[in-house]
Nanobody, 125 residues
Framework: QVRLVESGGGSVQAGGSLRLSCVVS????????MGWFRQAPGKEREGVAA????????TYGDSVKGRFTISQDNYKKTVYVQLNSLKPEDTARYYC??????????????????WGQGTQVTVSS
């Protein structure tokens, strides 16, 4: 059974940083898109960042470009997202997700088959 386990969330002040990690428990890692999404109460789910594990292609949501950076460690089957210059509007539950075989990175949530339980990020002003 595929499991995605996120960690690294927490509470920070505006301007601070966090690094989220997502470990994939089973070998689905070859040539897929790994994405980070977030959802705040009362808001729609939003694509944050995604990376193609096969070729390192990345894509970002407009609201986080220049502040967030996604990366991967193939050996550890782990994807990271570095959250810098955090703003109160970044407060949300952040989810890691994985697609089936795909040679690009996508922020289309409909493409994702596997989802983690999420980790909370809270940014205070």
């Amino acid at each position: 059974q595929v499991r995605l386990v996120e960690s690294g969330g927490g509470s920070v002040q505006a301007g601070g940083s966090l690094r989220l990690s997502c470990v994939v428990s089973e070998y689905i890692y070859d040539s897929i898109s790994m994405g980070w999404f977030r959802q705040a109460p009362g808001k729609e789910r939003e694509g944050v960042a995604a990376i193609s594990t096969g070729n390192d292609f990345t894509t970002y949501g407009d609201s986080v470009k220049g502040r967030f950076t996604i990366s991967q460690d193939n050996y550890k089957k782990t994807v990271y997202v570095q959250l810098n210059s955090l703003k109160p509007e970044d407060t949300a539950r952040y989810y890691c997700a994985a697609t089936g075989t795909m040679w690009t990175a996508t922020l289309s949530s409909a493409e994702y088959k596997y989802w983690g339980q999420g980790t909370q990020v809270t940014v205070s002003s």
